[in-house]
C-alpha cells in the first residue's frame, strides 16, 4: 500500500471528504483544462452534423497531420517509417492507412517511452495505467492538452443526455475507487466520499448488499444528482436491490455506463428504478477511441477523435454485420501516439448510409463486444464486480484470472512474466484485500496458462457459488 494511502486509511472520515475534494481539485488543475474542453466541446456541437463526407474529408485531414506528426517526432514511426519505405504522402485518404502494419499492446508494452513525442518535456508528462487481467499494464502517457480534448467527448454525450453543465454536472460516480478504507465501513455506513471540487459523490462498488443498499439510497436521495455515472454491474445492483426492498431512489436526468458490457436486462432495471433514460459510452485508457449512445438509442462512433475500424486478424476491414477486432488511431494525443491500435475489444459495425432518428450521419456500431465477466459477492462487502483494477502498477503478468471458490475463498490463476517476486505477490495481495475485505481468504496460484473455453477466451472473473449469493430483499 502507498504511503498517501496508508495515511488516507488512518484519516477521520470527514477528513477523507476533503482528501477527495483536494485529488478532485488536482485533477482539474493538472490533467485537464476547462477552457479547452469548452472549445472543444463547441466544436464537437457543429461537426456532429457534418455530412459523412464532411467527416471523412476531416478525418483525411487529420490522419495525415497525425502521420506526420508520429513521422517527425515518435522514435518507434520514425523507426518504421523508414523500415517500409513510407513517407507522409504515402496517406493521402482513409484507406491509405491500411499501408500502416496493426499495433500489438505487446509492441508497446515495457517499450512505451519509444511512443513519446521526443520533444515533449518529461515533467509535462501525466501517467496512467491501463487494467486488465491479459498482461502486464500499459504506462499511459499524456498532458493536459491531449486529456482535455478527449473530455470534450465526453462532454458532448453528456449534452446528448441532456445536463444543464456537461462539464462539472452534479454527479454520482460509481467507479473502482478504492474510497472507503478496509475496516472503516462496517461500523460508520458510510460507503461514500464527497468531491467537492467536481460537485461529486463518490461512491464505492465494493460495499453494496442488500444489507448495505438503503444507506447507498438514502446518500443518493440527499445528495439529488443530476447524472449517476460508472460501471453499469453497480449502478444496476443498486438498482435491483432497491426495487426488491421498496427503495426510494432520485430521479437524476440520466444514468452513463462505461467500463464494462452495458447489458440490456441492466439497461431496463437502472431505467425503471432510477426512471430515467441510460446511454453507454465505450473507450479505453489509452488514446483510443470514443463511441457513445446517442438520445436514439444508437451507439455512434465520434469521428472527430479518430479513426475506428473493424478488421479481421489479419488487419483486413470486415463488413458490416460482421464481428471482428477493434483497431482504432487517435487523433487527440500528440504526446503518445498509437497508429491502428489493436485494442483487444470485439465489434460489429452497422451498414454504412443507416439514418439515425436522432439526425447525426455519425457511424453507427451495431454491437460491442466486450468481455461478460462473473460479478462475485463476499459477505463482509456484498456484491463486487470489475476486479482488473487489481492489476493496475507495473505487475508483470501474462495474463490472470481471479475465481471464486467458496464464499470467503479466491484463487488467483496468474501466468507470470519475468520479474514476478514477492513484492508484486503482496502488492496484489493488497489491492484485492482493497476491494473484497479482510475475511475472505486468497491465494494466488501460479499457473502456466489460463484454460480456454471453444471460443478461446476465458472469463476474468468467475464464481462458483453464485446459487449461495443472498436474495435481494
Known amino acids: ?126 501517467l496512467a495505467f491501463t487494467s486488465g487481467t491479459t498482461g502486464t499494464p500499459i504506462v499511459i502517457h499524456s498532458c493536459a492538452a491531449d486529456f482535455a480534448r478527449r473530455w470534450g467527448h465526453v462532454a458532448r454525450l453528456r449534452s446528448w443526455a441532456g445536463l444543464a453543465d456537461p462539464i462539472h454536472p452534479r454527479r454520482a460516480q460509481f467507479t473502482g475507487r478504492n474510497i472507503v478504507p478496509v475496516g472503516q465501513a462496517p461500523d460508520r455506513h458510510v460507503y461514500w466520499r464527497h468531491n467537492w471540487a467536481d460537485r461529486a459523490l463518490l461512491m464505492s462498488t465494493t460495499h453494496i448488499s442488500p444489507r448495505t443498499a438503503p444507506y447507498y439510497a438514502e446518500a443518493l436521495r440527499r445528495f439529488e444528482p443530476e447524472l449517476i455515472d460508472g460501471y453499469p454491474s453497480a449502478v444496476s445492483m443498486i438498482a435491483r436491490i432497491a426495487l426488491a426492498q421498496g427503495l426510494e431512489l432520485p430521479r437524476p436526468k440520466a444514468i452513463i455506463t462505461s467500463a464494462e458490457t452495458l447489458l440490456d436486462e441492466d439497461r431496463a432495471v437502472m431505467e425503471e428504478a432510477f426512471g430515467c433514460r441510460v446511454y453507454n459510452q465505450y473507450a479505453a485508457s489509452e488514446p483510443s477511441c470514443f463511441w457513445s449512445t446517442c438520445e436514439a438509442g444508437s451507439m455512434h462512433i465520434h469521428p472527430e477523435y479518430g479513426i475506428s475500424e473493424v478488421v479481421d486478424e489479419n488487419g483486413t476491414p470486415v463488413p458490416p454485420g460482421v464481428e471482428g477486432d477493434v483497431v482504432v488511431t487517435s487523433f487527440l494525443s500528440r504526446v503518445f501516439p498509437l497508429i491502428r491500435y489493436r485494442l483487444g475489444d470485439r465489434a460489429v459495425l452497422a451498414p454504412p448510409g443507416i439514418k439515425c432518428a436522432c439526425g447525426r450521419e455519425m457511424p453507427v456500431v451495431a454491437m460491442v463486444v466486450g468481455r461478460r465477466d462473473d460479478i462475485i459477492y ?94 435481494f430483499a
Open 1 to 126: 500500500m502507498a504511503i498517501v494511502d496508508k495515511i488516507y486509511a488512518r484519516l477521520p472520515i470527514p477528513f477523507q471528504h476533503v482528501a477527495a475534494s483536494t485529488q478532485g481539485l488536482k485533477f482539474r488543475l493538472v490533467r485537464s483544462n476547462d477552457r479547452l474542453v469548452r472549445e472543444r466541446l463547441e466544436f464537437l456541437k457543429r461537426s456532429e452534423y457534418w455530412s459523412a463526407e464532411q467527416h471523412a474529408e476531416y478525418q483525411s485531414a487529420q490522419l495525415r497531420e497525425t502521420i506526420r506528426h508520429a513521422f517527425e517526432n515518435v522514435p518507434h514511426y520514425r523507426e518504421l517509417r523508414v523500415r517500409l519505405g513510407i513517407g507522409v504522402e504515402d496517406v493521402k485518404d482513409l484507406d491509405d492507412i491500411r499501408k500502416l502494419p496493426i499495433l500489438e499492446k505487446t509492441d508497446v508494452r515495457g517499450n512505451e517511452k519509444r511512443f513519446v513525442d521526443d520533444r515533449t518535456k518529461y515533467r509535462r508528462i501525466n
Open 378 to 471: 463476499v459477505p463482509e462487502r456484498g456484491f463486487v464486480g470489475r476486479l482488473d483494477p487489481v492489476f493496475k502498477g507495473s505487475m508483470p503478468i501474462i495474463e490472470a484470472q481471479i475465481v471464486q471458490e467458496e464464499l470467503e475463498r479466491i484463487v488467483v490463476k496468474l501466468v507470470p512474466a519475468k520479474g514476478w517476486d514477492q513484492a508484486h505477490e503482496a502488492a496484489l495481495l493488497s489491492n484485492l484485500r482493497a476491494k473484497l475485505g479482510t475475511r475472505v481468504a486468497i491465494e494466488i496460484e501460479i499457473v502456466e496458462e489460463i484454460p480456454r473455453g471453444a471460443n478461446g477466451k476465458f472469463k476474468a472473473v468467475v464464481s462458483k457459488v453464485k446459487d449461495r449469493y443472498p436474495a
